[in-house]
């Protein structure tokens, strides 16, 4: 290993030092299992010279959040920490994501059936189907217009969304009709996959 300026340089053989590692301090076999098959998936993500900074690090962490579930994702950073520490740079640690402990909209923020009716009939009314189950969408999970975005048909079969916003993770939970609507709606206009919520030209 070969500390430069703001970054180090490691090379592969450096896993077995730190199952090693992981086995002294005690730690369960699957753990160490674990960590050092995280620490070979990150060694596939970097760079041919395994220089390793900070930039590279929160890279990978948005990567992960991509293709991941926020818990499977705060797992494998907490291995890259542990990693980082058996590195003798722990200030190079990535920080874990928060996880929001409020899956269901506030009473106080909920619309009342009248005015929530009065909106989607009016939405409806102009010939804007996918405005209408916006707002349907918006007021039945509390979610901001900007987390529409995290509503595709995948996670809507499944049930909930998992919502990633300013460092911060919340799991919203559809209420049986809203998932209904929805998946209708993916039907009628034949979303079979990804993005719910997209314009005319697919953006």
Not at 137 to 151: D, H, N, P, Q, V
Request: net charge positive; aromatic share 10%; with cysteine.
């Amino acid at each position: 290993m070969k500390v430069m300026e703001n970054s180090i340089k490691i090379s592969e053989g450096i896993i077995s030092e730190f199952a090693t590692y992981l086995h002294v301090r005690e730690n369960a076999k699957a753990t160490i299992q674990k960590y050092t098959s995280d620490i070979k998936a990150f060694f596939q993500y970097i760079d041919e010279d395994k220089c390793i900074n900070k930039e590279i690090l929160l890279q990978y962490k948005d990567c992960l959040i991509q293709k991941y579930a926020i818990n499977s994702v705060n797992s494998i950073l907490a291995a890259l920490n542990q990693f980082l520490e058996f590195l003798g740079t722990g200030n190079l640690k990535v920080r874990r994501i928060k996880i929001q402990k409020q899956p269901f909209i506030q009473t106080q923020k909920e619309l009342t059936r009248k005015e929530h009716q009065k909106l989607i009939y009016a939405a409806k009314k102009d010939g804007k189907e996918q405005l209408a189950l916006c707002m349907e969408t918006i007021a039945c999970t509390g979610i901001r217009i900007s987390e529409l975005k995290y509503f595709t048909v995948e996670r809507i079969k499944r049930g909930k969304i998992e919502i990633y916003n300013k460092g911060k993770y919340r799991k919203i939970f559809l209420p049986k009709l809203l998932r209904e609507n929805l998946l209708n709606y993916c039907k009628e206009h034949g979303i079979k996959t990804g993005w719910v919520f997209i314009t005319k030209t697919g953006k």
